[in-house]
């Protein structure tokens, strides 16, 4: 338990777009991850947050071209965000 909320902490993040899909992404599937995901995770994590947001938003490259469950898990929960709040300014299409 105290590693789940060490992982939440770690999701406030300084930008809007990356709080709701990282605490959506913890919600949903932080629990179920196996250690070499919570290792991508955490690596992820490490980065500043505008460059992490533009791996998510597939804006920039990966760190890496392992494939990267953990990022694709994020990327597709941006994306159903994108589609769910239509006209929101916060990393949504309008």
């Known amino acids: 338990m105290k590693e789940l909320e060490r992982a939440r902490w770690r ?3 300084g930008l809007l777009e990356l709080d709701i899909v990282l ?3 913890i919600d949903e599937y932080y629990s179920g991850l196996g250690e070499m995901e ?3 995770f955490e690596a992820l994590q490490d980065l500043p947050d505008n460059d992490l947001w ?3 938003a597939l804006k ?3 760190i ?3 494939p990267q469950p953990v990022l694709h898990l994020l990327q597709t929960i941006a994306a159903f965000q994108e589609t769910k709040i239509p006209g929101n300014k916060y990393g949504t299409k309008t």
């Open 54 to 56: 533009d791996m998510i």
């Open 38 to 40: 919570l290792r991508q």
């Open 11 to 13: 999701c406030r993040r």
């Open 64 to 66: 890496n071209s392992d």
């Open 23 to 25: 605490q959506r992404f």
């Open 60 to 62: 920039k490259e990966r």
